[in-house]
């Protein structure tokens, strides 16, 4: 081979690997849906709103504890089964990138938690207040969010394309007619927060159980009072939030339910059957509530893969879609200055906890 | 180790480019595979301190030699940086650092905003900066073993020609 020759095998290998590297990098393919891409639509759905996080960016942090029944260990090894307290940091939010979006009663509440094993193990999960959620993939997810996207000329999202991605998504029109049936609780304190997403329970003897979890409230719930809205401050949920909690603690219990074959883990637009197992495993207070501006959750991502042995994502492909979405959020925003928050904790009354 | 520093270049390109399944289980080989690159390299900086490798052949220029000298310390303080900065990180941005199951690392720096945005930002441009180093290193060892034939890639190789 003459040394020409030679000199454009190299080359070739060179160009191979480098071609290579670009492909996997996504350079080359510009239909591939990255995070970033993502937390773009976000942003061309509400405006860049720098400092908050691209969705559910309206919150307040709050703390408290869980007392684990001991109950879980049957299904998992997970250490948060264990019978015992563990400090909870979570945070209430309303879904949508709006950060100061008035509270309304359709509005989708969320609850984030993050529990601290005593192992230094976390366990981070983040919860709607809806049956079901309205998109099963992340390439449903983004259309959704292209079709929400304001119209120029009226501000509003374009009715037509909304319609023409309900056509194209029919399980999202059936999902969005559940949510749209379920009648809206009158806060955040009756309310009950779904995880949506299914994961793997695996127990020490290495038995694996599918499951789904929700946070249900021990206050009591009371329809939302549609007849007067007038009144309504833009925060009412959240200071209705606040104050409750100043009154006394809110509590929720941690209902695991356990799917049977044949219900499905990678669809997280359909509910599994009502008569499905459920187990208590736990009870969840919440003492405490501050504003995000110096609360502990401002600076925590509630990324749904940060889990402890025994904690496994199932196969639903929403969970690595969350993970990676969050984890692009959190990195813009750590850079960027962030404006104080729609919601402020008022000083605290004669009479109420502090 | 090369092998299994391409490998980390390509699963962390991949793995901040995607939505699908496949960020989990990059994600998660992209820790430990980071740590035990971490481990490896401290064990062969070690060893090349106290063994220093075969002599460059003579037919080189000044700046060659030069270019070999660089480019292997920065590829070893690159190889050093990089799992450091992954660490630093994650301990910046206040994860737990899972390597698997229940196995993880304390952090080492403490839960910053700020100083994670910084460190984020580092671990991309170092990414980047050791790939297009692999590359010039790749390119050398080639133009070594099949132009100048002297001897060089042999002594990189991790098949020893026992007849030398």
């Known amino acids: 081979m003459s040394k020409q020759s030679r000199l454009i095998v190299i080359g070739a290998v060179l160009a191979v690997v480098a071609v290579a590297f670009a492909y996997v990098a996504g350079w080359l393919s510009a239909q591939r849906l990255s995070p970033a891409r993502m937390i ?3 942003e061309a759905a509400a405006g860049p709103h720098p400092g908050f996080r691209r969705n559910h960016a309206k919150g307040l942090c709050a703390t408290g504890f869980f007392d684990s029944n001991g109950a879980g ?13 563990i400090a909870v940091i979570g945070r209430f939010a309303l879904a949508g990138s709006q950060p100061f979006q008035a509270d309304a009663a359709a509005s989708v509440r969320s609850l984030a938690l993050r529990f601290a094993l005593s192992d230094g193990e976390e366990w981070r999960t983040g919860m709607n207040a809806i049956p079901v959620f309205p998109v099963n993939t992340p390439q449903a997810f983004y259309e959704q969010l292209l079709a929400s996207r304001p119209d120029p000329a009226t501000g509003k999202p374009d009715p037509g394309r909304m319609a023409e991605f309900l056509h194209r998504h029919p399980e999202s029109a059936r999902a969005l007619q559940l949510i749209g049936s379920q009648s809206n609780s009158s806060g955040f304190g009756n309310s009950r927060f779904n995880g949506l997403d299914a994961f793997r329970f695996v127990a020490a003897n290495g038995v694996v ?10 206050q009591p719930f009371s329809a939302d009072d549609t007849a007067d809205t007038r009144a309504r401050s833009r925060n009412y949920l959240f200071e209705a939030l606040i104050a ?3 009154h006394q603690p809110l509590q929720w219990h941690l209902m695991v339910t356990i799917a049977q074959s044949g219900d499905p883990t990678n669809d997280a637009t359909v509910a599994w059957p009502l008569d499905r197992e459920q187990l208590d495993v736990g009870t969840l207070t919440i003492d405490h509530t501050q504003g995000e501006d110096t609360g502990a959750c401002r600076d925590l991502n509630f990324d749904p893969l940060v889990l402890p042995s025994g904690i496994e994502p199932s196969d639903d492909p929403l969970l690595s879609a969350r993970s990676a979405a969050y984890a692009r959020s959190v990195t813009l925003r750590a850079a960027e200055a962030k404006p104080p928050s729609a919601v402020q904790t008022p000083k605290i009354e004669p009479g109420e906890r502090p | 180790m090369a092998a ?4 980390m270049l390509f699963i962390g390109v991949g793995m901040v480019s995607t939505v699908s399944g496949r960020y989990h289980g990059l994600i998660a080989i992209h820790r430990p595979l980071g740590i035990a690159i971490l481990v490896l390299v401290v064990i062969r900086l070690i060893n090349r301190l106290l063994h220093p490798g075969p002599p460059l052949p003579a037919h080189l220029n000044a700046l060659e030699r030069f270019a070999a000298k660089a480019s292997q310390v920065l590829l070893y303080a690159l190889m050093i940086l990089m799992p450091l900065i992954g660490w630093a990180m994650l301990s910046a941005a206040g994860y737990p650092i899972v390597l698997a199951g229940a196995v993880h690392l304390p952090a080492i720096l403490p839960h910053d905003p700020a100083l994670y945005a910084l460190l984020r930002r580092a671990h991309t441009l170092l990414a980047y900066t050791l790939f297009a180093t692999f590359m010039a290193h790749l390119g050398a060892a080639l133009v070594h073993a099949l132009i100048y034939r002297d001897g060089v890639f042999t002594s990189m190789a991790p098949w020893r020609s026992r007849r030398t």
């Not at chain 1, 159980?209 to 021990?218: F, S």
């Not at chain 2, 299994?4 to 490998?7: A, N």
């Open chain 1, 40 to 42: 773009d639509a976000f």
């Open chain 1, 73 to 85: 260990t049957r299904l998992s090894k997970a250490a948060v089964f264990a019978p015992g307290r």
């Open chain 1, 209 to 218: 159980t599918l499951v789904r979890w929700a946070m249900v409230p021990n």
């Open chain 1, 244 to 246: 409750d909690v100043r």
């Open chain 2, 4 to 7: 299994m520093v391409l490998s």
